[in-house]
């Protein structure tokens, strides 16, 4: 059996023109030459190696299709645009709804590139039984999947976990913001990430979390007693505190 919901948060955008995987290439951090076995999740970041967008690719005919938060994806076009210069690239929003499930995936689905818990993602009409559409909060939670996680200009990918989520890609070449990902990859390590906590008590998304008094990290989504946090890994030990929460690593 086939649940799924409607996804209005998500906004695809259709790239075409002879020099689009070309163009696609040279900015994202996953090598596009993958979408001849199918879609992958990439994505877009600022010189200093910093997110900006992240979202979905595949093959659509002519054409790529962009699947982005709906907030994001005017901000995303103008973004890509900037980088068009001569290149024969045309970038338009597209109109299909994006839809999301689990179970049997309708005919044009693919599953989620990010972690197969995370279901199917289907652009156009779907007719399949109803799915609450926060089905979705608790297993990227279990899975440490990062969504509104994920801050402009501030995160880092690799901190993210996002060579664990398929989403970059260390042998495909340059891509903006690549020498400082590739460092943090190849020449440091990490002291800093996404983590899941137990959480007990109530802190609102974006707290801030202290360890022992001393700054630890963020709080972010949390679902059911569990949520996800950006941590110092060296202070991320023992009973922490977020406002009126004591958290814990999960």
């Not at 996800?228 to 406002?243: I, S």
Request: hydrophobic share 40%; aromatic share 8%.
């Amino acid at each position: 059996m086939s649940k799924g919901f409607h996804d209005k948060s998500r906004q695809l955008l259709r790239i075409t023109g002879s020099d689009r995987l070309s163009f696609l290439q040279g900015l994202v951090t996953n090598d596009v030459n993958k979408l001849d076995t199918g879609p992958i999740y990439a994505a877009l970041l600022s010189a200093q190696g910093k997110y900006l967008f992240d979202f979905f690719l595949s093959h659509d005919g002519d054409g790529v299709l962009l699947d982005v938060a709906a907030a994001r994806a005017s901000a995303l076009a103008q973004r890509l645009s900037m980088y068009r210069l001569r290149a024969d690239v045309q970038i338009e929003a597209d109109a299909r709804p994006v839809w999301r499930g689990v179970g049997d995936a309708p005919e044009g689905a693919f599953t989620d590139p990010r972690h197969q818990a995370m279901g199917w993602r289907l652009y156009g009409a779907a007719s399949v039984a109803a799915l609450p559409e926060d089905h979705f909060e608790a297993l990227r939670i279990e899975h440490i999947i990062p969504e509104p996680e994920l801050v402009e200009n501030e995160t880092y990918i690799l901190e993210a976990g996002f060579e664990r989520l398929n989403g970059v890609d260390f042998r495909k070449g340059c891509y903006v913001g690549q020498e400082i990902t590739a460092r943090m990859k190849h020449k440091t390590e990490l002291k800093k990430g996404l983590r899941r906590v137990a959480v007990e008590g109530e802190a609102a998304f974006g707290t801030a979390i202290t360890a022992a008094g001393k700054p630890a990290g963020t709080l972010f989504t949390v679902v059911g007693g569990h949520g996800l946090a950006h941590l110092r890994f060296d202070r991320a030990q023992g009973e922490m505190q977020a406002e009126g929460a004591t958290l814990v690593l999960a």
